[in-house]
């Protein structure tokens, strides 16, 4: 039967859970279990878009609160 077979491959996570994910890393805030379920389901290309994009609005946040605070 086909469909027992697609039961055992670990389905590939979404782009929205993989920037979940890699957003509550940033937090360094991750149950043991959860980061196991990533490590089987999330994309590495998507991880490290998400990781990028996090780090551009990380730091694009931290130009504005500096130049709110200097002005």
Known sequence: MPDDDK?????KA???R????VMWSFFG????SDYEK???QLNPVHVII???IGALLFVLVLIL??????K
């Open 7 to 11: 039961r055992d491959v670990p389905r």
């Open 14 to 16: 979404s782009f929205g």
């Open 18 to 21: 993989t920037a979940k994910a």
């Open 29 to 32: 805030v991750r149950k043991r």
């Open 38 to 40: 990533d490590a089987e």
């Open 50 to 52: 998400a990781a990028l």
């Open 65 to 70: 609160i500096v130049k709110s605070v200097v």
